[in-house]
């Protein structure tokens, strides 16, 4: 239950899709953990209420984990693309630049029609989650309520605070209601992947 499909060190681009592809036309099913689209979907709820600029889209994701230089990409832009690909259709992609570090990479990315900032950063001693449009920006927020751990998305400018499932109990959750069976489409897992691999690449 990994957040990329599959990667194998020293093989290509091609290779990877050549697999890849197999598995699209295959009976076969694979759950990958994308649920940071829960999240996109609750924003875009909001988005459709404000009259926001849409052209430049940022995302900034600090976590713990222990994923060094390019590796990075293959841990953290999984879960930036899970929640573009519900706002865009992600048909076009170019890298305008891509600075990565020992436990940091920067990226600004031109899919479709907006310019998206990537900062992602592991190793860190606080976790942190935000993401959305340049007037219109989310950060996720946990609060521990009567032992229960809460989950929100939070604008302090627009004073909304939306609570959400824990995209990753929920995933635990559909995974075994499902019996393994992603409640994605193996085209989402697909492009998902194919975005990761040419940002890795």
């Not at 759950?31 to 940071?36: A, D, H, T």
């Not at 996109?40 to 976590?63: E, R, V, W």
């Not at 193996?186 to 890795?200: A, G, P």
Request: hydrophobic share 35%; proline share 2%.
């Amino acid at each position: 239950m990994k957040n990329l499909f599959f990667f194998c060190k020293n093989k290509s681009y091609n290779w990877h899709l050549k697999k890849a592809k197999l598995f699209l036309k295959s009976g076969q099913s694979i759950s990958v953990n994308l649920s940071n689209y829960i999240l996109a979907d609750a924003y875009k709820k909001q988005l459709n209420l404000k009259p926001i600029k849409k052209d430049k889209f940022y995302f900034s994701f600090y976590t713990q984990g222990k994923s060094k230089f390019k590796f990075i990409i293959l841990d953290l832009m999984p879960h930036f693309f899970s929640i573009i690909q519900r706002l865009t259709t992600c048909n076009k992609m170019k890298i305008i630049s891509k600075k990565i570090n020992k436990y940091s990479c920067n990226l600004i990315l031109k899919i479709d029609n907006f310019e998206c900032f990537i900062d992602l950063k592991e190793n860190q001693k606080n976790k942190s989650l935000s993401f959305g449009f340049e007037d219109f920006i989310f950060l996720r927020r946990q609060y521990l309520y009567k032992n229960f751990l809460k989950n929100f998305i939070c604008n302090k400018e627009y004073k909304i605070k939306i609570e959400t499932p824990n995209p990753f109990t929920y995933f635990i959750q559909d995974y075994y209601k499902n019996n393994g069976i992603s409640n994605l489409s193996k085209e989402f897992i697909y492009k998902n992947f194919d975005l990761t691999l040419k940002t890795y690449f």
